[in-house]
């Protein structure tokens, strides 16, 4: 069974400073990985997405991720956090059912706060 | 235009009744989930339906009954709730796309259950 491992519960950073949200993955090949975010009281968008293409990939918002094999992991990153970016953010991994369909998991989510 | 709907958003309601969230999707996906989020924030999947077949069950109580009377729609009823069943419940849809390794999940805003 596949599965991930958000480091960090909560991290706070201030306005205009980096942010790194960190994720490990487990899985016995090669894997589709995702990072989806929650803002309060607000359903799920997906960031970005990993799927055996390009190791660095970009999503919205001016965030991208790296997926790193040797390590792995799957880090979201984003150069300078704005106060919009203040949510909840989830690694994400999936795996092909039977029938072809996706079943995804879900780490345990990482509160990422901005200090203005 | 919304693509994931639910109904209701807020649902409080006592131990031992029944109760129903509907979950509809325009967007013509052929596969439904739903999710269950619990108060740490954790996601996990209950089902999903392909073109109103069961495909996916992950180990829920069978108090919990989902219906699909057509591909656009999967409504979740619940017998007898419990206090255990106060979650949020997510919705969601996606589309198998021949040839692609993925195929997002469009989710909808939620439905906080309360069962006092």
């Known amino acids: 069974a596949q599965s991930v491992t958000q480091l960090d519960s909560h991290v706070s950073v201030s306005e205009g400073t980096p942010v790194l949200l960190r994720c490990n993955y487990s899985?016995?090949?090669?894997?589709?990985l995702f990072w989806y975010v929650q803002h309060p009281n607000k359903g799920l968008q997906l960031l970005l997405k990993?799927?055996?293409?390009?190791?660095l990939v970009k999503g919205i918002n001016g965030f991208e991720a790296e997926f790193k094999k040797s390590e792995t992991s799957f880090h979201l990153t984003k150069p300078s956090a704005h106060m919009s970016d203040a949510a909840e953010y989830f690694c994400?991994?999936?795996?092909?059912?039977?029938?072809?369909?996706?079943?995804?998991?879900f780490g345990t989510g990482t509160r990422l706060t901005i200090i203005p | 235009d919304t693509a994931v709907s639910q109904t209701p958003k807020y649902l409080v309601t006592q131990m031992g009744n029944d109760k129903s969230i509907k979950c509809e999707q325009n967007?013509?996906?052929?596969?439904m989930y739903w999710y269950k989020q619990d108060s740490k924030k954790f996601l996990k999947i209950m089902f999903s339906?392909?073109?109103?077949?069961?495909?996916i069950n992950e180990t829920v109580p069978n108090r919990f009954s989902p219906k699909s009377p057509d591909k656009a729609h999967l409504n979740l009823h619940i017998n007898s709730l419990e206090l255990g069943d106060s979650a949020v419940y997510f919705c969601?849809?996606?589309?198998?796309?021949?040839?692609?390794?993925?195929?997002?999940?469009?989710f909808g805003p939620g439905t906080r259950l309360t069962v006092l």
């Open positions: 969601a849809s996606s589309q198998e796309v021949p040839g692609v390794g993925w195929n997002e999940q469009f």
């Open positions: 899985s016995s090949y090669s894997p589709s």
């Open positions: 990993y799927t055996s293409a390009a190791t």
């Open positions: 994400v991994v999936s795996e092909v059912t039977n029938f072809g369909n996706e079943k995804l998991t």
């Open positions: 967007l013509g996906h052929d596969t």
């Open positions: 339906y392909n073109n109103k077949e069961l495909i």
